[in-house]
């Protein structure tokens, strides 16, 4: 374990962003994580993670803390269910494959989420009709202020759409570690009827999918529609989906009769954001080296050395154009730093 000073984070962020950090470290176990959290004469810490899922507007003076605790086990198992825990710096997808690998089913539709095991509840990363919150069990976190590893409990998280404590009370205050999931060994519960799955499977000649399926047609539709962070910088999608109610939507379908909705409840109804904006016109916009990708409009992305400032620029600008023309505010879904 090495503090360096005056390090581009442009390899530790899927924009390729290019800015500084004064100081930076990068830690693979926890007593190293509980260590650096402890030093002195750093008046910031900032913890990094697999950068997928933020926007760096500028220069950092923090120390940058690079949470790299690699590690996968098997809790329990039986005939039915298996409880897998991850450790916090595993890439995602390659853990979504271990898991498939296996024979464990649950999070094939979570396959090609960018980022690592440790993001992923504070997100509460969701794809294709799955959330993580579906198969959670718990998750370790090392508590800033005491240094004591706690366990949340998927109540304790209190998941919401890409929302859980760690972004709103517990924001800032605690570094996930490891996560508990509990997923399926036997008779796999499929959810193939969100958005293009079951179109893709038929395209693929496959009726009677596997979990294995089922997350190739998932990576294949990602794939068409969202550009690989190593080809083009972007974070996946910028935006949440906005939740509206019910009578709003009624009322714009007078002027938008195709606007698409998925009922939340009885009075809202969830839009895609990324509807919104390629009605708003912005789809495959160039701004010189960034802009919004040709195949989603809910991904903005770095062509080569575009500044976060720009970008941020930009999503301010789709978010007041959505706002003028449908009177629906849409959040920004990355962390902007």
């Not at 690079?66 to 996968?72: S, Y």
């Not at 959330?131 to 998280?157: G, R």
């Not at 009605?279 to 990708?293: M, T």
């Not at 720009?310 to 879904?333: G, H, M, Y």
Request: charged content about 20%.
């Amino acid at each position: 374990m090495q503090i360096q000073e005056n390090i581009s984070l442009k390899p530790y962020n899927t924009f390729g962003i290019d800015v500084i950090t004064k100081y930076f470290v990068s830690v693979s176990n926890i007593n190293e994580l509980k260590a650096v959290l402890n030093l002195k004469g750093y008046p910031e810490k900032l913890i990094l993670g697999g950068g997928s899922n933020m926007l760096l507007t500028k220069d950092l003076e923090a120390l940058v803390i690079h949470v790299n605790i690699k590690g996968i086990e098997i809790v329990s198992i039986d005939r039915d269910y298996v409880t897998v825990k991850a450790n916090a710096g595993e890439n995602w997808h390659e853990f979504v494959l271990w898991c498939l690998d296996k024979g464990f089913g649950g999070i094939e539709n979570l396959a090609l989420i960018p980022g690592n095991v440790g993001s992923a509840p504070i997100q509460n990363i969701g794809a294709y009709g799955v959330e993580l919150k579906d198969v959670f069990v718990s998750c370790e976190a090392l508590s800033i202020q005491t240094n004591a590893i706690e366990s949340f409990s998927k109540a304790d998280c209190d998941f919401g759409y890409r929302d859980s404590i760690f972004k709103q009370q517990s924001k800032g205050k605690y570094v996930i570690t490891s996560v508990t999931l509990k997923l399926s060994n036997n008779n796999h519960k499929l959810n193939i009827k969100y958005g293009a799955i079951a179109s893709q499977l038929d395209f693929m000649k496959i009726t009677q999918p596997s979990i294995v399926d089922v997350s190739k047609a998932v990576i294949a539709i990602r794939s068409s529609k969202l550009p690989n962070p190593k080809d083009i910088g972007n974070s996946g999608s910028f935006f949440k989906n906005p939740v509206i109610p019910k009578a709003q939507y009624d009322d714009l379908l007078n002027s938008f009769n195709d606007m698409p909705h998925y009922p939340i409840s009885n009075d809202e109804v969830k839009i895609p954001a990324g509807w919104l904006i390629e009605k708003a016109g912005f789809k495959g916009k160039r701004f010189g080296d960034y802009g919004v990708h040709k195949n989603q409009a809910l991904v903005l992305v770095n062509y080569g050395n575009a500044k976060g400032k720009d970008i941020l620029r930009l999503s301010i600008l789709i978010q007041k154009t959505v706002k003028r023309l449908f009177d629906i505010s849409i959040d920004a879904e990355v962390n902007i730093l």
